[in-house]
């Protein structure tokens, strides 16, 4: 007879179109800000393994950019194709959408889910937007006559509402298994990963209106002297008139990016932080694939 009681651990990927809250959920579910977050779609440009563990089970969730049907370039083609790989060989592929929202990107992220063997759920977010819930029945329903899903949650990630009860749901989906990760790990990603996302987070809350898919951040030196971290990371942006805007009049604005990243990333390696950013130009960068290789955007 199985012990209900055996521990579980499993992979569970988290697809869905840009926007839905995907990363939201997972900093929730771990309490700890591991993927960066704005209003602005494919600010998650990374695979990311986000590490919860619990004395019932661990999940190990794989945070993924949002599935679009934007221009070809290299970048968008990478972001669309690092989700595809993430819903390979995992245990759950969960599939976040909007509440009342359902769009092309939805139907390709039902696709997805729907194509392999891993058990398939359902969440839908941002149920606390709907006033009169009854309406979320029908919205539901229509998408479960075209595609069979394993489970159906309802949550609001950014209220922390049902969280819990999706986090329970999805241990039962797991197999039985000793922690795939020692449960001290959070992420498989590093320390410097980590800092250059709170970088770029906070240039796309600032120039979201101008150019938050032109730049991309690397952490060129990284030392520990003196119960100080010091921090060199470049801003890399395509044409001359980004990197003019960034650095603002007088250097107003990179100054302003770089206060903010700074109290961000000692909120986050509890240090205190010297972070000194340099803005540099490589055109085309987000349609070469060499040189998007050579910015870290490559995949472990």
Known sequence: MTDKTAFKAGYVAVIGRPNVGKSTLINQVLQQKLSIVSHKPQTTRHQILAIYHNPKGQIVFLDTPG???????ALNKQLNQTALSSAQDVDVVLHLVEAGQWHDEDRRAAD????????????VNKVDLIDNKSDLLPFVEKILADYNYDEVFYVSALKNKQVDHLVTGLLTLLPESPPLYDPSFISDRSTRFFVSELIREQLTLR???ELPYSLTVTI??????ENMTHIH???????DQQKRIIIGRGGAAIKQVGMKARSEIENFIQSRVN??????????????????????????
């Not at 599935?67 to 370039?73: D, M, S, W």
């Not at 997805?112 to 969440?123: C, D, E, F, N, Y």
């Not at 990371?233 to 044409?239: G, S």
């Open 207 to 209: 120039f979201h209106q």
């Open 67 to 73: 599935i679009h049907n934007q221009k070809k370039t």
């Open 233 to 239: 990371a470049t801003i890399w942006v395509e044409r």
């Open 220 to 225: 060129d030196a990284y030392e520990v002297k």
């Open 275 to 300: 972070l000194k950013l340099w803005v540099k130009i490589k055109s085309a960068w987000t349609d070469d694939q060499q040189a998007l290789d050579g910015l870290g955007y490559k995949e472990p």
């Open 112 to 123: 997805i889910t729907l194509a392999g063997q891993a058990k398939k759920v359902l969440v």
